[in-house]
């Protein structure tokens, strides 16, 4: 009897589950979702402040600089010490590039490179790389900025870098980019008095909290153009986890399309030539040249002789005279003291 009503009691609410208007009471999937998480906002530069010249070099030419930014705050670094973050160094981003040939940019906060020295020193020295500034610990120069905390003391942030830096790669950065490229026109005069020069850029890879290498890759691709300034991160982990994978896919579709690589320096024309090595094919046809022939003065009429002889070759030429002259003076010597001994022998018999 329990059974039956049970059953019963079932099927008068599938019957009403399936009258009209049921559906409806029904609670919506769609309202148990979690919201979307909100973006974060900043107060990043406006096109149009009359310090957008620091995005991009010239449209001219084929070249295009990639930059990557060595991310380290206070809290990053808290991680790495704790065991929490095994690493804020993506070693393969600085092995690709070093495989592949190509230079690049890369912006070091003052925290990373106290806390990477050794790095930081190797990447200095490799001639493949130029080394900017990110200021000390990554604080925002400007808020909002995706969520950084402020910076209280903007030029201790430029000068304690510098330190840090210096002191670790043994190389004092010209260029400094701002944390979250957060800044106004105040924040490069304060740059330009302390003798940096503020590079922004007009790429940015998206590649920080992103896992698809081919959205970040085809972000960069779809949007380069000659002069411009890709920014991307060095740090890795849970912070930018596919910069690699996608670096190499963003190369490799660059050069497809013409496109060459730089250092930003050399982009813009900051860095002075490197002084040009001698050529000694130009060295010797100088010396053969008629009008490098000095006139000689002998008994008051001008006679010209062979070409000048260099300075080595003169004492070379010297050296020897003097040398078969000893030669003389010790013959002529040692035939003396011959004749001498004979003369002594036969007055002696």
């Not at 986890?241 to 497809?256: D, F, K």
């Not at 001698?278 to 022939?293: C, F, G, H, T, V």
């Not at 010297?318 to 003076?329: D, E």
Request: glycine share 8%; with cysteine; hydrophobic share 45%.
């Amino acid at each position: 009897m329990k059974a039956a009503r049970l059953s019963v009691g079932i099927l008068a609410a599938v019957a009403v589950a399936l009258l009209p208007g049921a559906a409806s009471a029904a609670p919506n999937p769609a309202l148990r979702r979690p919201p979307p998480p909100i973006g974060l906002q900043t107060v990043d530069h406006p096109p149009a402040d009359g310090i957008n010249f620091f995005d991009n070099g010239p449209r001219t030419g084929s070249a295009i600089a990639l930059t990557f930014d060595a991310d380290m705050t206070q809290g990053m670094l808290q991680q790495l010490r704790s065991g929490a973050v095994p690493s804020w160094y993506n070693r393969a981003v600085v092995d690709l590039l070093r495989q592949e040939h190509v230079p690049a940019t890369l912006f070091l906060t003052g925290l990373w490179a106290a806390a990477y020295p050794q790095e930081a020193k190797s990447l200095a020295a490799d001639p493949l790389f130029e080394i900017g500034s990110h200021t000390y610990d990554h604080a925002a120069f400007r808020t909002p900025c995706y969520g950084l905390g402020r910076a209280p003391d903007r030029a201790a942030e430029i000068t304690q870098a510098q330190g840090a830096i210096t002191a670790t790669a043994g190389i004092q950065p010209k260029l400094l980019r701002f944390p979250g490229d957060c800044y106004d026109r105040t924040d490069v005069a304060l740059a330009r008095e302390l003798g940096l020069t503020v590079i922004s850029g007009d790429v940015r890879a998206g590649d920080g909290f992103n896992f698809s290498a081919p959205s970040i890759a085809q972000t960069v691709v779809a949007r380069i153009q000659p002069g411009s300034i890709v920014v991307l991160h060095l740090h890795g982990g849970r912070s930018a986890p596919m910069t690699a994978p996608a670096l190499r896919l963003v190369i490799e579709a660059a050069r497809a399309r013409g496109f060459g690589f730089a250092k930003v320096g050399d982009l813009l024309g900051l860095n002075p030539p490197p002084p040009a090595k001698p050529d000694p094919r130009e060295i010797l046809q100088k010396l053969r040249r008629p009008d490098l022939r000095a006139p000689i003065t002998l008994s008051g009429r001008p006679r010209r002789e062979g070409p000048l002889l260099p300075p080595q070759r003169r004492v070379v030429r010297a050296s020897a005279f003097c040398s078969l002259a000893m030669q003389v003076v010790c013959w002529v010597c040692d035939w003396a003291t011959r004749c001498g001994r004979q003369a002594t022998l036969s007055s002696l018999t």
